[in-house]
């Protein structure tokens, strides 16, 4: 025990451990390995230190700071270990106790400045908090996407209702456009200059992208574009609705529109434009135009078919033998007449077909087996006062053909057959009836009142030349009308003018 005690102790009465320590190897050695290890420890520390801190730019600035101070304190005490491990060998006593000197006051400035550095490094959280912190923000992460999956889903629903009304109010504006279109309704939009926000059709041979962005002064013709504009001012003035029939041009081809103009408000209740709705009526005025025409018709042909009948009756009368025979040949004239008018009626007094004005006075015969009647001929259409002449001459030719020519007879045949033919005043029309297979013919002994509708009322009231002849194989009557007594044909139809 004492050798012990002497070796980390010394013996008493030995000079002191500076001046004894080179004579104790044993001593010595382990001292100076001590020092240097522990000197190369603090550099290996602070290598780290300075490695961990390059690694981590992100730290706040009491980490930094920590940092800098514990690697200064790891510096000056590996240089104080290597101070004395170098004293051991060469002893410099002013040196050590410098440089224990200097690194006190270093450790203690170190102290003092890490002191305020303490309760923020308190505050930093554990490897618990931040797992209990980082399972909170996984939760919240999760619920978050749980909503934004919730929110996806709604979306996409949104996104379906929003196509499938999309869709819906396409099919609904497809349906409205055809029911205007097919209804010949315009709907428009302007502002408070008249100015063409949006139009729903093409609308007097405009296109709609050469309608919008223009006025009512460069899209309208003249005539009829001031009772437009009219309209339009007064509901923007008022602020109240305006209606009004508008025609626009002139002569035949005029259009009619029936304008209901609504004023447009903006969400605060100012008027910023105006809505019209024009309903196309022209065909309701082109009606009403020719209802009043045959009102005034009406009343000239009645009077003139009084005298017809009158004259018809009269004539009747002076070639019949008999009251039986009389009312016969009357009623058989009164049909004729009654037939033409059927026609008229059905074409709404615009005119009559050629055809089908032969045919309904030959109609018994065509229903015959065996039709002893050949009708050739393209579409013609008569105007109206030429019907019930012509109708009535033609039924007196097919009457006497029944009694006394090719229709009274099995073999007899009548060819009525008609063609265009041009004229001084236009293109006229040649009627030909033939007769053949009939008995001989040959002039009548007295003029009666077939006759008389023929070559005299024909060439009068019609402006036609006829000539009628009794030829041996059969009557032949060739009536040429004239152009001014054709109708042109209608849209949709036929139409006089």
């Known amino acids: 025990m004492s050798a012990i005690s002497d070796w980390l102790f010394g013996t008493a009465g030995e000079m002191p451990l500076e001046g004894d320590m080179l004579r104790r190897p044993d001593i010595l050695i382990p001292q100076a390995a001590a020092d240097l290890i522990l000197a190369t420890s603090y550099l290996a520390i602070l290598s780290g230190l300075i490695w961990f801190r390059r690694r981590r730019p992100d730290l706040v600035r009491d980490h930094r700071l920590l940092a800098l101070l514990i690697g200064c304190f790891l510096a000056l005490s590996a240089a104080a270990r290597l101070v004395d491990a170098i004293s051991i060998w060469r002893p410099v006593p002013g040196m050590l106790v410098l440089s224990k000197a200097a690194a006190a006051l270093a450790f203690a400035a170190i102290i003092v400045a890490m002191v305020p550095l303490l309760p923020n490094l308190v505050r930093l959280p554990s490897a618990r908090q931040l797992h209990e912190a980082n399972e909170r923000l996984r939760r919240e992460v999760a619920a978050h996407e749980s909503t934004l999956l919730e929110l996806e889903t709604a979306r996409r629903d949104l996104e379906s209702r929003v196509a499938e009304r999309t869709k819906d109010l396409g099919l609904v504006t497809a349906r409205f456009k055809t029911a205007l279109r097919g209804s010949k309704v315009y709907v428009s939009s302007q502002d408070r200059n008249l100015r063409y926000l949006a139009i729903t059709e093409p609308m007097l041979g405009l296109g709609i992208g050469e309608i919008v962005g223009r006025t009512d002064e460069e899209v309208l013709p003249a005539e009829g574009r001031e009772e437009i504009i009219a309209l339009k001012r007064r509901a923007l003035d008022s602020g109240l609705p305006s209606d009004g029939e508008v025609g626009i041009g002139q002569g035949p081809t005029a259009l009619w529109y029936d304008f209901h103009v609504e004023p447009l408000l903006d969400a605060a209740g100012a008027v910023v434009g105006v809505t019209c709705a024009a309903v196309d009526i022209t065909e309701r005025r082109r009606g009403e135009d020719h209802l009043r025409l045959l009102l005034r018709e009406l009343t ?6 009084l005298a017809v009948i009158q004259a018809m009756a009269r004539q009747t009368a002076r070639h019949a033998g008999s009251i039986e025979a009389f009312l016969d040949r009357f009623g058989a004239r009164l049909q004729a007449l009654a037939t033409s008018h059927d026609l008229l009626i059905q074409e709404s007094w615009h005119g009559v077909s050629l055809d089908g004005l032969v045919r309904s006075q030959l109609g018994s015969y065509l229903d015959r087996t065996g039709s002893q009647v050949l009708i050739v001929g393209d ?4 105007k109206p006062d030429v019907a019930q002449s012509l109708g009535l001459a033609l039924h007196e030719l097919s009457s006497n053909a029944e009694k006394f020519g090719a229709l009274s007879v099995p073999n007899g045949r009548v060819s009525i057959a008609w063609r265009r033919v041009a004229q001084s005043d236009g293109e006229g029309v040649e009627l030909l009836w033939a007769e053949s297979g009939g008995p001989s013919v040959g002039p009548p002994a007295r003029r009666g009142f ?4 023929i070559e ?11 000539d009628l002849a009794f030829a041996a194989q059969g009557v032949r009557c060739r009536i040429l009308i004239p152009a001014s007594r054709l109708s042109p044909p209608r849209e949709g139809g036929t139409r006089a003018i």
């Open 450 to 453: 077939g006759t008389l509708v």
């Open 300 to 305: 000239h042909r009645s009077k003139n078919l």
């Open 456 to 466: 005299g009322n024909l060439p009068r009231s019609l402006d036609a030349r006829v």
């Open 379 to 382: 579409g013609v259409l008569l």
